[in-house]
């Protein structure tokens, strides 16, 4: 639908993104930058996925 693939990742089973995102999950990350942290804002996540169609 909108040209992208969600990669999910255990931070659990990497000790250096469980030092850095232990307190807040879940990390959205869109073209190599941290979007949100903790919560997800939907409208925003929308707006943010569309500037990306193909």
């Known amino acids: 639908m909108y040209g992208f693939s ?4 255990d931070i ?3 000790p ?3 030092e ?6 879940p990390v959205v990350e869109i073209d190599d ?3 949100f942290r903790g919560t997800i804002n939907e409208v925003l996540l929308v707006r ?7």
């Open 33 to 35: 930058k941290v979007r």
């Open 12 to 14: 659990d089973t990497q």
């Open 16 to 18: 250096k993104l469980l």
């Open 48 to 54: 943010l996925i569309g500037t990306n169609e193909s």
């Open 20 to 25: 850095k995102y232990d307190t807040c999950v």
């Open 6 to 9: 969600i990669h999910e990742i």
